[in-house]
């Protein structure tokens, strides 16, 4: 056993740290850190710098272009890229569809989409839910009829992230209604700026445009944009989430933001002397972090297992559930920190121009918000829950 | 014993509720907290001829209540509505004024109580988190008056007060409980700067400045904390009773969602997990209105008893407000992550609420300081 880093562990992350060193911008980690919106240009301007560098795509095999990391690269990256604030990448197109495409894809569909993610060229949004599939996803209703040369596509989805920055979308749609739910679905892709589509905002509860409803009224989509089989689109689907719990248990995000608020406790002051320093709040601050650094050897055991070739199972629902809990108990403490200065509010701060004078602190303004913001973490990407009642099923038999 | 409402009361809960139910929908709410005052001034001057504001205040002042249950009665049902009004601006700075107010003073009170006067209390600083004795903006004696400088934070209601009521230490340490006054200072004088803005869970708020204000005694110099704590005691089961609303509030709906909600074939409702919890949550609500009665009880009895269970009160809003907002965001999925779900705005105020007047912590180390 070792449960350190091994030297080409080491050598990689100082490289990873170098990387950000040099091409970050001052611009975009002040934005990152102090919370403020990032604009679809500045996600574009960061992909570009680590497309240039081969690393925009590092799952990816290296004859499209990726770079093959193991899972513990990928972990060490991702915790560099947190503490440098560097911008999220956004995964639907380059850390969801793509391994999609590589493993069940035609080789045109990878020729032309995978460089095209690369490049910048394409954004994408991923379509699954609907008004009435959310945790019972195969309910979904949204439906691809045939019609010679194309798909006739009806129906809506929504919780569309970043869905009004797209210009493509993935989607499950129904193709059968034959048999068991599951295999009547196929997976499409569907080009935004087709007619019939509609894009609606949903506003989050943080006043925030993040997500979307589309609607699809008789688009016409070409039967090449069908991955893989008709009605296989369940078991690709399947295979993406395995995709999406890759960093499912938010340690990077859960250490910078562990940092931070450290640093607030350690600004804020409680009867005369740092925040940090009152025995009620250091007890709240060391709780969460004893419950991360193991939280970051259980991710470490999980990853390491996956670099020997185990596919995650109901692993991945251990990571989500503690995970989340975690990084939400964070933003729970980050508020509390503040005090009173956890309730002024200007969305206007969040933009890059602005330059009045911060009400409190200024890393004040996005705290209590992103704690709201944060209760998706135990939502999305298959609730809490679900992931409880996987667990019971497959580990504990019951 | 007897836990009912006295007639009166409950009568003032009923016409409050009705009010609230016909005037103000979420929507309308939304619209007040969007407005340049952050709050409806033609809604204010409604509740006021209600005797809404009245009720906060006692007889002698010329109100018709004041007690401990009128504070609780008429902001639970705030709270279930999610007034955004000044209430609590104005029973803060109207309990010091009737505490301490001259016969001159206390004249103001007339036009608070029929609306056409709004008032607010500046206390809290930049610095001093949720401590109620460190003062540090300073009042000096000039001519027959005094004059006052320093800042203070997050003012309740202190945007569109047209007098307020400004706390300055005139002796002391910046921590003692001695040496603190009160000043009535007109929100139109010179070297006052007032900043607006609005809080995160809708409310409005302003930073206040002072440079070499004039303002006018109120109280005995030197001599003020007992009486803001008692004005802060008061505000505190405030606001416990407005987050009791909005929870109550939250659990309806959460409960009416598992109904109407389904997935796999059926209503959510029917999952144990989610039973369980909302079994927990409703628990948690009925210890929750018992410390409330318990703080309101004690309104006006002796220190010790008092502001421990004021502090008890506090302790267990801000500890089961987190379990009952997070519950009903979660329960609700993504729509609870939505603005248009009326559920996100409950959660929102009842998890702020912890950052009025002490949070969670705060209380409980409180209530261990006061003793027994
Ligand atoms: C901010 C945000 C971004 C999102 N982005 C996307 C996106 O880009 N693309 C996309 O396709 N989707 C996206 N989603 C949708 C997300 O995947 C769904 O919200 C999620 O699957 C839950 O579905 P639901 O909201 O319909 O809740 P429901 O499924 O209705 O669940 C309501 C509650 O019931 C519980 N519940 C449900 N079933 C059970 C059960 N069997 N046992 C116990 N409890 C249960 C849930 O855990 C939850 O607490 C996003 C959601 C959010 C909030």
Redesign the interface.
């Known amino acids: 056993m070792d449960i350190n880093y091994n030297s080409e562990e080491i050598v990689f992350r100082d490289e990873v740290r170098a990387f950000f060193a040099e091409k970050l911008s001052p611009r975009l980690s002040n934005k990152v850190k102090f919370g403020k919106r990032l604009a679809k240009a500045d996600m574009e301007e960061w992909q570009k710098e680590l497309n240039d560098r081969g690393w925009l795509a590092p799952n990816w095999p290296k004859e499209w272009g990726g770079a093959e990391w193991s899972a513990v690269q990928n972990h060490i990256f991702d915790e560099e890229r947190w503490a440098a604030n560097a911008p999220q990448i956004m995964p639907f197109g380059l850390g969801m569809l793509a391994p999609v495409l590589i493993k069940f894809g035609s080789e045109e569909q990878k020729s032309h989409y995978l460089p095209r993610m690369l490049d910048g060229t394409d954004w994408w949004c991923q379509g699954y839910s609907e008004p009435g599939a959310g945790s019972d996803l195969a309910s979904l209703r949204t439906k691809a009829e045939r019609d010679g040369d194309h798909y006739i596509v009806n129906g809506q989805k929504t919780w569309t992230t970043l869905g009004h920055f797209a210009d493509w979308i993935f989607c499950l749609v129904r193709t059968s209604n034959e048999g068991k739910r599951q295999q009547g679905i196929s997976f499409l892709m569907i080009d935004m700026n087709s007619p019939g589509i509609e894009v609606r905002p949903i506003i989050l509860l943080d006043g925030e445009h993040e997500v979307n409803e589309v609607f699809f009224d008789n688009v016409k989509v070409p039967v090449e944009n069908l991955v893989g089989e008709e009605n296989m689109g369940w078991t690709y689907a399947k295979y993406l989430l395995t995709h999406e719990r890759t960093n499912t248990a938010n340690i990077g995000s859960s250490l910078a933001a562990l940092a931070s608020m450290k640093e607030i406790a350690s600004r804020q002051m409680k009867n005369g002397k740092p925040l940090s320093q009152d025995p009620y709040f250091a007890a709240r601050i060391a709780k969460v972090e004893i419950d991360l650094r193991a939280m970051q050897t259980t991710n470490l055991r999980v990853l390491v297992d996956a670099d020997s070739g185990a596919a995650p199972g109901p692993e991945s629902s251990m990571l989500k559930v503690k995970g989340t809990i975690i990084r939400q108990e964070i933003n729970d403490l980050a508020r509390r920190a503040l005090g009173p200065y956890a309730l002024p509010f200007s969305s206007e701060a969040m933009d890059e121009g602005y330059n009045d004078e911060p009400i409190g602190p200024d890393y004040a303004n996005p705290i209590a918000s992103e704690y709201f913001n944060n209760r998706k973490l135990s939502i999305f990407a298959g609730s809490n829950e679900i992931q409880r009642n996987i667990i019971s099923k497959t580990k504990l038999g019951l | 014993m007897d836990f009912n409402l006295s007639d009166d009361r409950r009568m003032l809960s009923e016409t409050l509720s009705r009010f609230l139910g016909d005037k103000y929908s979420i929507e309308k709410r939304h619209e007040c907290a969007a407005s340049d005052d952050g709050f409806s001034r033609d809604m204010w001057n409604e509740f006021a001829e209600l005797g809404i504001v009245g009720a906060l205040f006692s007889e002698e002042n010329g109100g018709f209540g004041g007690g401990g249950e009128d504070i609780n009665v008429v902001f639970e049902q705030l709270g279930r509505a999610l007034v955004v009004e000044p209430f609590l601006p104005t029973l803060l700075a109207g309990s010091l004024i009737s505490e301490l107010g001259s016969d001159a003073q206390k004249e103001m009170l007339e036009g608070v109580i029929s609306g056409e006067k709004l008032i607010a209390f500046a206390h ?1 600083e ?2 001093s ?3 109620i004795e460190r003062v540090t903006a300073k009042a000096e004696k000039a001519g027959d008056g005094w004059q006052l400088n320093g800042n203070k ?2 003012v309740l209601g202190g945007g569109a007060a047209d007098t307020l009521i400004i706390s300055a230490r005139t002796s002391g340490d910046e ?1 003692s409980a001695n040496g603190i006054s009160l000043f009535v200072v007109d929100a139109g004088a010179a070297g006052l700067d007032v ?1 607006s ?5 809708g409310y409005p ?1 302003a ?1 206040i400045a002072m440079r070499n204000v004039s303002g006018e005694l109120l109280g005995n110099e030197g001599e003020a904390f007992e009486a803001i704590e008692k004005a802060y005691g008061r505000a505190t089961l405030a606001v416990c009773a407005e987050a009791m609303g909005a929870m109550d509030v939250a659990k309806d709906f959460t409960v009416e969602y598992m109904h109407q909600r ?4 059926v209503e959510i409702g029917k ?1 144990q ?2 039973q369980h919890r909302m079994a927990d949550v409703l628990i948690e609500l009925e210890q929750m209105r018992s410390s409330i009665i318990n703080a309101s009880g004690h309104m006006n009895d002796d220190r010790v008893i008092r502001e421990r269970m004021v502090s008890s009160a506090k302790h267990l809003a801000g500890r089961i407000g ?1 379990q009952v907002a ?1 519950e009903a ?2 329960i609700h ?2 729509n ?5 779900y009326a559920v ?2 409950y ?2 105020r009842i ?2 609420i ?3 007047f002490g ?1 969670t ?1 705060h209380h ?2 409180r209530y261990i300081s006061i003793g027994a």
Do not use: N
């Open positions: 809290g930049p610095g988190r949720y401590e934070s997050v921590d900043r803005f609005g809080t995160v869970d708020a930073e389904k997935q796999f074939g999952f997990v989610l987190r997070e965001i979660q999925g993504g609870g992550m939505t603005w248009e996100s705005h959660a929102k998890i702020m912890d950052h009025l949070d912590d409980l180390e």
